[in-house]
């Protein structure tokens, strides 16, 4: 939430951290690094123009994961050696996410030449879902992130479980 002052921001992390906690699942800190470390997050994802990785590693603690999001194979594999522990290729679908209008889509082929190219986890971003996740795991991706998806749909939980079910018969 960019438009909330970071103390109520910190306050949301630590519930959500909490929240994944009790269900096994990773929380992954957007953007600021001072909150995913003070929220005990279990990683932090960066963009191309934030806080480069070497920086975020100096405040994190070193248990915490770091992504980095990539629209071009060039940028992965800098992103590579900055020593992101994930790679986000974005985008693979068009979005309008976050006011990100005007992103070109990069299509499932970009997952796959990153995959071949990079040691790291791929995390595939844009528009992912039930509709082309099985189209984005084939194409090498190791995760998908989704939002609307899951935000937008009138039954979030069956939603997720639709995105769960195709991404699995996808593997």
Do not use: W
Not at 15 to 37: H, I, P, Q, T, Y
Not at 104 to 111: C, D, K, V, W
Request: a negative charge; proline letters at 3%; hydrophobic letters at 35%.
């Amino acid at each position: 939430d960019k438009a909330q002052d970071k103390g109520t921001v910190l306050s949301t992390a630590r519930m959500l951290k909490s929240l994944c906690g009790e269900r096994d699942a990773l929380f992954v800190m957007n953007d600021d690094a001072d909150v995913a470390m003070s929220s005990g997050a279990d990683g932090l994802h960066v963009g191309q123009t934030d806080l480069p990785v070497p920086d975020a590693r100096r405040i994190l603690d070193p248990r915490q994961l770091i992504g980095l999001s990539n629209s071009t194979v060039e940028e992965a594999i800098d992103s590579q050696s900055q020593g992101a522990d994930y790679l986000a290729v974005r985008v693979a679908y068009s979005t309008q996410t976050m006011s990100k209008t005007g992103r070109s889509a990069t299509g499932t082929e970009t997952i796959t030449k990153v995959k071949d190219l990079v040691s790291q986890p791929v995390v595939a971003t844009g528009r992912i879902n039930a509709g082309n996740i099985r189209d984005v795991v084939r194409a090498g991706a190791d995760c998908a992130c989704v939002d609307s998806a899951v935000t937008l749909a009138e039954d979030p939980e069956r939603a997720t479980e639709e995105l769960f079910e195709a991404m699995s018969d996808s593997r």
